[in-house]
Protein backbone atom coordinates (compact mmCIF):
# COMPACT_ATOMS: atom_id res chain seq x y z
CA UNK A 1 0.00 0.00 0.00
CA UNK A 2 1.11 3.73 -0.56
CA UNK A 3 -0.47 4.70 2.44
CA UNK A 4 1.39 6.89 4.59
CA UNK A 5 0.67 6.05 8.32
CA UNK A 6 3.16 8.24 9.73
CA UNK A 7 5.26 5.09 10.93
CA UNK A 8 9.17 5.66 11.39
CA UNK A 9 9.44 2.04 12.05
CA UNK A 10 8.01 -1.37 13.74
CA UNK A 11 8.77 -3.31 16.40
CA UNK A 12 6.95 -6.89 16.75
CA UNK A 13 7.48 -9.16 19.75
CA UNK A 14 5.85 -12.71 19.15
CA UNK A 15 3.85 -11.37 16.50
CA UNK A 16 2.05 -14.09 14.64
CA UNK A 17 -0.60 -13.92 11.56
CA UNK A 18 -3.49 -12.45 12.83
CA UNK A 19 -4.63 -15.51 15.24
CA UNK A 20 -4.62 -17.85 11.96
CA UNK A 21 -2.42 -20.39 14.50
CA UNK A 22 -3.04 -23.63 11.78
CA UNK A 23 0.00 -25.37 10.73
CA UNK A 24 -0.46 -23.66 7.25
CA UNK A 25 -0.95 -19.98 7.70
CA UNK A 26 -0.63 -19.63 3.93
CA UNK A 27 -4.03 -21.30 3.11
CA UNK A 28 -5.90 -18.54 4.28
CA UNK A 29 -4.44 -15.63 1.93
CA UNK A 30 -5.21 -15.88 -2.04
CA UNK A 31 -4.02 -18.32 -4.14
CA UNK A 32 -0.30 -16.56 -4.80
CA UNK A 33 2.36 -17.36 -3.05
CA UNK A 34 3.28 -14.10 -2.09
CA UNK A 35 1.69 -13.34 1.48
CA UNK A 36 -0.95 -10.22 2.21
CA UNK A 37 1.03 -7.04 1.96
CA UNK A 38 0.35 -4.95 4.93
CA UNK A 39 -0.14 -1.19 5.18
CA UNK A 40 2.98 -1.04 6.92
CA UNK A 41 5.35 -2.04 3.93
CA UNK A 42 8.24 -0.33 3.27
CA UNK A 43 8.50 0.83 7.01
CA UNK A 44 11.62 -0.74 8.39
CA UNK A 45 10.49 -3.43 11.08
CA UNK A 46 12.35 -5.35 13.80
CA UNK A 47 11.09 -8.92 14.62
CA UNK A 48 11.47 -10.56 17.84
CA UNK A 49 10.90 -14.02 17.98
CA UNK A 50 11.29 -17.45 19.85
CA UNK A 51 12.61 -20.07 18.47
CA UNK A 52 10.82 -22.69 20.59
CA UNK A 53 7.66 -20.98 19.66
CA UNK A 54 4.69 -23.07 19.15
CA UNK A 55 3.56 -20.28 16.09
CA UNK A 56 7.12 -19.77 14.53
CA UNK A 57 6.13 -20.18 11.51
CA UNK A 58 3.14 -18.05 11.64
CA UNK A 59 5.36 -15.63 13.13
CA UNK A 60 7.95 -15.84 10.11
CA UNK A 61 4.53 -15.24 7.53
CA UNK A 62 3.72 -12.44 9.53
CA UNK A 63 7.43 -11.04 8.51
CA UNK A 64 6.94 -11.42 4.97
CA UNK A 65 3.91 -9.08 5.27
CA UNK A 66 5.96 -6.68 6.51
CA UNK A 67 7.63 -6.26 3.14
CA UNK A 68 6.84 -8.83 1.00
CA UNK A 69 9.35 -7.65 -1.98
CA UNK A 70 12.38 -7.22 0.49
CA UNK A 71 13.08 -3.93 -0.46
CA UNK A 72 12.77 -2.40 2.66
CA UNK A 73 15.22 -2.76 6.32
CA UNK A 74 13.40 -5.69 8.02
CA UNK A 75 15.39 -7.40 11.24
CA UNK A 76 14.56 -10.62 12.49
CA UNK A 77 15.86 -11.65 15.97
CA UNK A 78 15.66 -15.11 17.31
CA UNK A 79 16.13 -16.29 20.87
CA UNK A 80 15.91 -19.37 22.79
CA UNK A 81 12.96 -18.94 24.66
CA UNK A 82 9.26 -20.00 23.41
CA UNK A 83 6.16 -17.51 22.44
CA UNK A 84 7.46 -14.69 25.05
CA UNK A 85 8.85 -11.54 23.88
CA UNK A 86 12.08 -11.86 25.49
CA UNK A 87 15.04 -14.38 26.60
CA UNK A 88 14.89 -16.10 30.36
CA UNK A 89 18.00 -15.38 31.06
CA UNK A 90 19.57 -11.49 32.49
CA UNK A 91 22.31 -11.49 29.80
CA UNK A 92 20.11 -12.20 26.51
CA UNK A 93 17.67 -10.02 27.72
CA UNK A 94 19.67 -7.26 28.11
CA UNK A 95 21.43 -8.08 24.74
CA UNK A 96 17.99 -8.06 23.14
CA UNK A 97 16.91 -4.89 25.28
CA UNK A 98 19.72 -3.49 23.30
CA UNK A 99 19.00 -4.51 20.26
CA UNK A 100 15.82 -3.37 20.09
CA UNK A 101 16.97 0.42 21.78
CA UNK A 102 19.63 1.26 19.07
CA UNK A 103 16.75 -0.47 16.05
CA UNK A 104 14.56 2.53 17.78
CA UNK A 105 17.19 4.91 18.32
CA UNK A 106 18.21 4.87 14.58
CA UNK A 107 14.61 5.46 13.55
CA UNK A 108 13.90 8.07 16.02
CA UNK A 109 13.54 11.88 14.46
CA UNK A 110 16.80 13.72 14.86
CA UNK A 111 16.75 17.04 17.76
CA UNK A 112 13.00 15.58 17.57
CA UNK A 113 12.13 17.16 14.32
CA UNK A 114 11.13 14.84 11.69
CA UNK A 115 13.44 14.69 8.77
CA UNK A 116 11.36 12.90 6.06
CA UNK A 117 9.84 14.22 3.06
Known amino acids: SSQDLGLRCSVSLCGGMWGFWDET ?6 SSD ?3 ELPLS ?6 VLGR ?3 YLPQS ?6 YCPEQSCERHVI ?4 GHTPFP ?3 KERQKLLTQVSDFL ?8 VDQRS
Open 52 to 54: SDP
Open 105 to 112: RRHMPKNG
Open 42 to 47: GVPSLH
Open 60 to 65: HSLVRC
Open 78 to 81: EHDG
Open 25 to 30: PQTWWA
Open 34 to 36: RPP
Open 88 to 90: NTP
